[in-house]
């Protein structure tokens, strides 16, 4: 198996003037038993401009949450869906200039056993209008080439790209 990847990035998009605050962050590469990925959409129109891109699931981990449990809990509120977790497929520290954050991304790649019904609330809706979308390997390597068209697109396909590939060799290698 692997090594969990461990990536240091920094937000070439904004100037950095200062960070006021670290977020403890789970995301996944979620797959089916078809080897088809899962990403949500997000559309937005705010402070990082108006832009639309895929990405993978996830949110922050809440206090006294280990990173494990809060993605089981993001998956099901953003997709619907219950999983196995299969691996940590790393950790991605970026920052986030525009709003004085510094992420800390916990990845896991995880296989998806059941579908549901989806948790969003009010923002993801209302704000970032988030969807599920279905892709292989190859739609998803696209999408992110095609989110690099705005500056938060980048940011997210600088983060997102690596853990994404790392996924696809370890699937590769289970199959």
Same mark, same amino acid.
């Given at each position: 198996?692997? @090594? ?60 006294? @949450?280990?990173p494990e449990e809060a993605i089981k809990r993001e998956l099901n509120e953003e997709l619907g869906v ?55 390997y190859e739609e998803a390597l696209q999408e992110y080439e095609n989110a690099k068209e705005s500056k ?24």
């Amino acid at each position: 198996m692997h @090594e969990p990847l461990n990536i240091e990035l920094q937000d070439t998009e904004w100037e950095y003037t200062y960070t006021d605050h670290d977020r403890m962050i789970a995301r996944a590469i979620v797959f089916d038993d078809d080897g088809k990925f899962y990403f949500v959409k997000t559309s937005r129109d705010d402070n990082f401009g108006r832009c639309s891109y895929i990405g993978t699931s996830g949110g922050g981990v809440e206090p006294g @949450e280990k990173p494990e449990e809060a993605i089981k809990r993001e998956l099901n509120e953003e997709l619907g869906v219950t999983v196995d977790v299969i691996c940590k497929l790393g950790v991605v520290s970026d920052y986030y200039n525009l709003i004085h954050r510094h992420n800390i991304n916990n990845f896991y790649l995880c296989k998806i056993t059941a579908f549901g019904e989806k948790h969003l609330n009010p923002d993801e809706i209302n704000d970032f209008h988030l969807s599920t979308v279905k892709l292989t390997y190859e739609e998803a390597l696209q999408e992110y080439e095609n989110a690099k068209e705005s500056k938060l697109g980048r940011l997210v396909a600088q983060c997102e790209l690596p853990i994404l590939r790392h996924a696809k060799e370890i699937m590769d290698e289970l199959t």
